[in-house]
């Protein structure tokens, strides 16, 4: 293969991850192209994508970004990169699941922000990381918790006190007659 050709391959790789930084790779050596026809449209129904990549070309193409240069140690053998969603981690979760479906993809490991997470028990442990939506609403929740939590102790004494009152207004209205308590 000709030098401007891989350029322009390196190019090509770049412009389909789109500035994407967080990325899975995977193996699907082995599997029947009906399955990997199937498999590639159940990823595309959640908007990931794969591209099949030549590692040595990949390992060019990544070595001037930070985060996908750590791919460097999985790019081996027949490698396709997977990408997409909202983030790797519904990648990582999307792929788990198709593992039960296609037990022969090999999970080669993920990078998010720029950490590696190698093998197939490295992509189950970042599947079971939240999404950014759920750690925004995890940490909102930590944040208004103790407020309510404040809150229902200042509003329960004042809501007592307030029905008390409504209590003997009532009995007043109706002309009977308040005991005090001893």
Do not use: C, H, W
């Not at 790779?25 to 990931?48: H, Y």
């Not at 918790?145 to 209205?173: F, H, M, S, Y």
């Amino acid at each position: 293969m000709s030098k401007p050709v891989k350029e322009l391959l390196m190019k090509e790789y770049l412009d389909r991850l789109d500035g994407a930084e967080d990325v899975a790779v995977v193996s699907i050596r082995g599997i029947d192209a009906n399955s990997t026809n199937q498999i590639r449209k159940n990823l595309r129904e959640k908007e990931i994508r794969v591209t099949i990549m030549r590692n040595r070309l990949a390992r060019k193409a990544f070595a001037e970004s930070s985060s996908l240069s750590a791919l460097e140690p999985v790019l081996d053998g027949p490698s396709a990169l997977v990408y997409g969603a909202e983030s790797v981690v519904e990648v990582a979760r999307e792929l788990v699941d198709q593992l039960k479906e296609f037990p022969d993809i090999e999970l080669k490991g993920a990078v998010l922000d720029g950490t590696l997470f190698e093998g197939e028990e490295g992509v189950k442990r970042l599947s079971k990381f939240p999404t950014r939506e759920e750690a925004i609403g995890d940490l909102v929740a930590l944040v208004l918790g103790p407020g309510g939590n404040l809150v229902a102790q200042v509003k329960g004494p004042g809501a007592r006190i307030a029905g008390l009152v409504k209590t003997i207004a009532d009995k007043l209205e109706k002309g009977e007659e308040i005991k005090a308590v001893s």
